[in-house]
């Protein structure tokens, strides 16, 4: 059964240092997200991502973050100087289509536990 | 705007007894809203979804969900509880343009010999 994966599983940097988050979405899926989880809080969505662009972003999301899909496997979440808030587990998802269709399921992957020294 | 609220943190039951885990939502308009199970170092998996075709919505490994517009509630059910089924479970609401999803804090589901 296609998943989603991520890379990797946990992320150790020291605060305001880059990094970048990883996943592989579902090959045939058209359509990303990211969310994340502070330890003891809501999953809290980041952003979303569809034909190359952000559809839609949250307050959270500001000029620290970047996405991107280098290729047509991999979509990247990028911190470029990370916060000791930041840290979290980021959860990666693609559904294979957007809005009300019958297709919209949103398959997500394991996580990656950022921690922001 | 969409929200839910999940009113146990925590829940713990025997095995072979009923799960009851309890969701209630607020919306202006009528919701889709889903039920997500979360394994350890696994990805959130979707157990089901309402979308306003059937009340009484069946999913995966014998959940099934109710919802009840008078009580605005989309409680999660089970018949009897199986080891397996120790798990994080979230209620979750789509916004308005479907383009992203509202989560629940979550309900740990503990299951006991």
């Known amino acids: 059964e296609p998943e989603v994966t991520q890379t990797p599983s946990h992320q150790v940097t020291q605060m305001g240092q880059e990094v970048i988050l990883r996943c592989v979405p579902i090959?045939?899926?058209?359509?990303f997200y990211w969310y994340r989880q502070i330890l003891g809080q809501k999953v809290e969505f980041l952003v979303s991502f569809y034909n190359n662009e952000i559809s839609e972003k949250s307050e959270i999301f500001d000029d620290q973050f970047s996405v991107e899909r280098p290729d047509g496997s991999n979509f990247t979440l990028k911190i470029r100087s990370t916060k000791l808030e930041d840290s979290a587990m980021y959860f990666c998802a693609s559904s294979l289509a957007g809005g009300r269709s019958s297709y919209n399921e949103q398959f997500f992957g394991p996580g990656t536990r950022l921690t922001v020294l | 705007a969409q929200s839910v609220t999940q009113l146990d943190s925590h829940v713990s039951v025997s095995e072979g007894t009923p799960v009851l885990l309890r969701c209630n939502y607020s919306s202006s308009y009528s919701p889709s809203l889903f039920w997500y199970v979360q394994h350890p170092n696994k990805g959130l998996q979707l157990l089901l979804k309402y979308t306003s075709a059937a009340t009484l919505v069946k999913g995966i490994n014998g959940f099934e969900a109710e919802f009840k517009k008078s009580e605005t509630s989309f409680h999660l059910t089970k018949p009897s509880a199986h080891m397996s089924d120790a798990a994080e479970y979230f209620c979750v609401a789509p916004s308005g343009g479907y383009n992203k999803l509202i989560f629940g804090a979550g309900t740990r589901l503990a299951v006991h010999p």
């Open positions: 090959s045939n899926h058209l359509y």
